[in-house]
């Protein structure tokens, strides 16, 4: 065995991107799998932003930028964040990268350190976690109970504040559960977190995809914040970008001056084609995620009727954002199918792949191992015969 480093050696594959990659594989070997895992919108990049693409190669923009984006980019972002959220960011204050994962990840190594907490509420995006060990420090995850909407209530938030915690990571929509804040509940966690002094981190990659109108952003809730706020976005699924790679930060100078450091050395600067792409995107006409949103709004009622009718699984919250449903399975577990016993959501959906041909997610490094994760970002056709295999499925199971 060699050895490899201590905090590299404890991390496991992003269970969203290696759900993602079994079921690419086994397509690719002909086994017709139904793609409920990828988080990825099923839309194609819409033809504006191609556009821009093909301009910038035939342009030659094919050198180094700026490690942190070019000046246009940086200024469509401040515009987007002004447009959208009311928030006030200058160029000095934007660090764009790989994807929204590489910004979240540098800042994230850039702020914190060992014998720091951070506090994620559970359940939340798998690789939350991941970051914050990477970075010396420890995740602290709060349960958000499905009976309370898998929303943070804030007195549990103000229990799980100890004198070595520093940062928040808060998430609206959330991936995996849907759940969409209100003004109402930002302004209490406010409360909480304006006394606590800590880094707020707002990862807004869903904000577009909602479906009761638009999200609060918790910086213009309570200003005061954003002294000591992040804001995580991302192109990827606003825009059907996902394969692009490209995403930012947001934030005081320092801070941002400082995870821009780290992406000097340990990557450079985001593509420049898809910088380029990035500026039509933030900057164009903004009615593409509208109709995205109108399709996965149709999607979702399907689901959840779906998912309802399952002997086994329960969904008593009707995602209000992102295009996932995070049904629990409880009744299911210790269940059998041919001699593999269902013991958590991870190996529901082991036997859903291997057996049904239905790719999903398990709950469990979501930090809810009695839940799986399905994403609706994928036909109604497919939707439907997925939902048939796992009904037949479910029928077969013994106890
Ligand atoms: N955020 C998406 C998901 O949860 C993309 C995959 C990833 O990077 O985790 O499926």
């Not at 449903?325 to 409880?330: D, T, V």
Request: proline share 5%.
């Amino acid at each position: 065995m060699i050895k490899l480093n201590r905090r590299i050696a404890a991390i496991k594959h992003s269970a969203t991107l290696a759900a993602d990659a079994r079921a690419t594989e086994m397509r690719a070997a002909g086994i017709d799998v139904m793609p409920l895992a990828a988080g990825e919108p099923d839309f194609d990049t819409p033809e504006r932003i191609k556009e821009a693409a093909r301009r910038a190669l035939a342009e030659g923009r094919t050198h180094y930028t700026p490690v942190s984006g070019i000046a246009e980019l940086k200024a469509a972002i401040c515009y987007k964040l002004k447009r959208d959220n009311g928030l006030d960011y200058d160029a000095g204050e934007v660090l764009a990268s790989a994807g929204g994962k590489q910004a979240e990840a540098n800042v994230i190594n850039a702020l914190f350190d060992e014998g720091d907490e951070v506090i994620i509420p559970t359940p939340a995006w798998v690789s939350f976690s991941a970051m914050v060990s990477l970075s010396g420090a420890q995740s602290v995850l709060v349960r958000c109970p499905e009976e309370q909407g898998f929303l943070l209530d804030p007195d549990r938030l103000a229990r799980a504040i100890t004198p070595q915690t520093r940062g928040i990571i808060l998430v609206s929509p959330s991936n995996p559960t849907g759940a969409v804040y209100s003004a109402t509940h930002l302004y209490e966690l406010a409360r909480v977190l304006l006394e606590a002094n800590l880094w707020v981190m707002s990862d807004d990659v869903y904000e577009h995809i909602v479906y009761d109108g638009p999200v609060p952003h918790i910086f213009q809730i309570e200003p005061r914040l954003k002294a000591r706020g992040i804001v995580f976005n991302s192109l990827s699924k606003a825009y059907a970008m996902t394969g692009w790679r490209i995403g930012f930060a947001a934030g005081p100078r320092e801070a941002i001056g400082a995870a821009a450091r780290l992406q000097s050395q340990n990557s450079g600067n985001p593509n420049s084609i898809t910088q380029a792409a990035a500026i039509e995107a933030l900057t164009g006409p903004q009615d593409e995620v509208g109709k995205m949103v109108e399709a996965f709004r149709a999607r979702r009622e399907l689901v959840v009727e779906r998912v309802r009718g399952l002997a086994g699984f329960h969904l008593p919250n009707v995602p209000q954002g992102a295009f996932y449903a995070f049904p629990s399975i409880n009744g299911l577990l210790g269940m059998k199918f041919r001699g593999k016993t269902i013991s958590d959501g991870d190996t529901f959906a082991e036997i859903a792949l291997t057996e049904a041909h239905v790719a999903l997610v398990g709950g469990n490094d979501f930090g809810a191992p009695e839940h799986v994760r399905l994403s609706y970002a994928t036909s109604r056709a497919n939707l439907n015969e997925a939902f048939d295999r796992l009904e037949s499925l479910v029928g077969r199971l013994e106890r």
